[in-house]
């Protein structure tokens, strides 16, 4: 079993439909919680990020990280056609110099106008 | 607009040939990475630097793969001999190895093709 799972997919829905993507992990020391974005031939970009259980909202875009279940989401309202990306959780443990991240295999995504 | 680069952006070579992949990580960054991506695995840590120094290699084929850094400015990956199974898209992301996220930034990638 990986440290972290992640279905990759891929997910279609239309435009202003709400999403959900999710990673299961089993590495309890892990922390901090990551999304990253990936565009077609471009490398990942922080989307999101939260430390240890709880939710965190940007526009959008909403994280949550619940650890007794050792399980993230990411929730995407009103999505939109730019959001069509890859969404790569990753996630790290605590403690300085422990900044190697963890990353799932990424949940291809496209909202269709 | 600083940025992680990259060089080559592609690569297309034979099998047994060398491959060298460089990056420049970001100005003031301490700590470098790459990462081999592919369909099957993912993102997977190949190695890690930090102040120049390398922490971690363990995800890294010791036989063909090497990876260093000459200077702060500068990290290198090389492959020798290269095989069909190491095409991937090669990352290398850079962080300044403070702060709680710990956010990496990640060049455009070197995709390589070894036939």
């Known amino acids: 079993q990986k440290e972290v799972e992640q279905d990759p997919g891929p997910l279609s829905v239309p435009e202003g439909a709400i999403v959900s993507l999710n990673c299961t992990y089993s590495?309890?020391?892990?922390?901090?919680f990551m999304w990253y974005r990936q565009y077609s031939r471009k490398g990942p970009e922080l989307l999101m990020y939260?430390?240890?259980?709880g939710n965190k909202e940007d526009g959008r875009f909403t994280a949550q990280v619940d650890k007794s279940s050792k399980y993230i989401s990411l929730f995407i309202r009103d999505s939109q056609p730019s959001d069509s990306a890859t969404y790569l959780c990753?996630?790290?443990?605590?403690?300085?110099?422990?900044?190697?991240?963890?990353f799932g295999k990424g949940t291809k995504l496209s909202v269709i106008p | 607009d600083a940025r992680v680069t990259q060089t080559p952006r592609h690569k297309v070579t034979e099998m047994g040939q060398e491959v060298t992949m460089r990056c420049q990580p970001i100005?003031?960054?301490?700590?470098v990475f790459w990462y081999r991506q592919t369909m099957m695995q993912g993102l997977e840590l190949l190695a890690y630097?930090?102040?120049?120094?390398?922490?971690?290699d363990s995800g890294m084929p010791k036989d063909r793969f090497s990876a260093e850094m000459p200077d702060a400015t500068l990290a290198t990956l090389k492959i020798q001999p290269s095989e069909p199974r190491d095409s991937a898209v090669y990352f290398c992301?850079?962080?300044?190895?403070?702060?709680?996220?710990?956010?990496?930034?990640f060049g455009e990638g070197s995709r390589l093709t070894v036939l």
């Open positions: 992301a850079s962080g300044s190895g403070t702060g709680n996220t710990g956010e990496l930034f």
């Open positions: 590495n309890s020391a892990f922390q901090y």
């Open positions: 939260t430390y240890s259980s």
């Open positions: 990753a996630m790290r443990r605590s403690g300085a110099g422990s900044y190697q991240l963890t």
């Open positions: 100005l003031g960054h301490n700590t």
């Open positions: 630097f930090r102040n120049r120094a390398p922490l971690d």
